[in-house]
């Protein structure tokens, strides 16, 4: 244990460059200088570009740990500068991890992430949003029913009692819904926002 102790002093002591030490602003700097051109590019891409940057970014390291724990569970004094060297190329990573990530921005739910701690998929919050989705949906579907309903029965009285003026609104209603109607065959746009196609 003495042996790796002086070992590990004398190379941190003997600055003989970036040679099996751990400092994190020395890997620092070799890594933004290697990595400043593709982060200069990726800067003006797209957030699905930056998602896949950070994505590669988090393999890299759980390769590198993987190689980490390896190095460690067979560990000896002779492989003190290869645990020196993937501790500071985990370091690095995980750096260039951070500057990645900052230009990704997700919004994840809080109750996504509890799920997650408590040991459940987190696709019970999916179910559970379309669920709650399809419970509001049959409210508003209900209220608008009802609405539709309400205005044909007052259409109903109205008609009893101002026929004429009844008789005038259905005609403006009729002449905004084809004007409205024109426009968007004009546009070549379909009522429900798409838009039209030649094949």
Known sequence: MDSMQSAAAAAAGGGGGNSGV?????????????????????????????????INSIEKTLGLLHQLY?????????????????????????????????????????????LIDDGKNPDEFTRDVINSCIAKNQITKGKTDAFKSLRKHLLEELDQSFPNEVEAYREI????AAELKRLAQAQSVLPNGDVKTEL
């Open 22 to 54: 751990i400092n994190p602003q020395g890997s620092n700097e070799a890594t933004s200088t290697a990595s400043t051109p593709a982060t200069a590019t990726s800067a003006s891409e797209d957030p699905k570009q930056n998602l896949s940057e950070v």
């Open 70 to 114: 390896l190095t460690v569970s067979s560990y000896n004094v002779a492989s003190q500068l290869p645990l020196l060297q993937r501790l500071n190329s985990l370091v690095s990573e995980l750096d260039n991890m951070v500057k990645l990530s900052e230009k990704c921005v997700i919004q994840v739910p809080m109750e996504v992430l509890n």
């Open 173 to 176: 209603r009729a002449t905004s």
